[in-house]
């Protein structure tokens, strides 16, 4: 109940999103299959609202972007996993961004990254937070 309270309010806070503000930067962090797909559901309505959105993914969320099988959740209405709608949301313009840790944690390199994604730079990132016209959201 307090998950659904909260994901209500965000919802709330995006709608209310002040016209000074177009831009929404998502980051997503968690593991959780269903905190990722409102995330991304958030930032599709960003987008379905003329806003520009950006999505950075760090610890185990920069999981959604490592190249393999979707085996995730399919989440309804949307019919889709999370991987499957960050993938929506690239076709429609998005920067989406592993953090700059990321890969190197893992041994890893961008060619085992999903097509579209790609590894953040920590000074641009910190400039493009610090604008005043980007929304922030953490999920």
Do not use: N
């Not at 972007?65 to 999370?82: K, R, Y």
């Not at 085992?112 to 959201?137: Q, T």
């Amino acid at each position: 109940m307090r998950i659904r309270a909260l994901l209500t309010g965000l919802v709330l806070l995006l709608i209310a999103v002040p016209a000074s503000a177009d831009r929404l930067f998502t980051v997503i962090t968690s593991e959780s299959e269903e905190t990722q797909m409102m995330a991304l559901i958030l930032t599709m309505q960003a987008i379905e609202q003329e806003r520009s959105a950006r999505i950075l993914l760090c610890d185990d969320g920069g999981d959604l972007a490592i190249a393999g099988d979707d085996h995730g959740q399919v989440f309804e209405p949307a019919g889709m996993t999370p991987r499957q709608l960050l993938g929506g949301l690239i076709q429609r313009g998005v920067q989406v961004d592993v953090c700059a840790i990321y890969l190197p944690q893992r041994d890893a390199d961008e060619d085992d990254l999903i097509e579209g994604v790609g590894s953040a730079r920590a000074p641009e990132v910190g400039e493009y937070m610090a604008d005043p016209k980007v929304r922030y959201f953490s999920f």
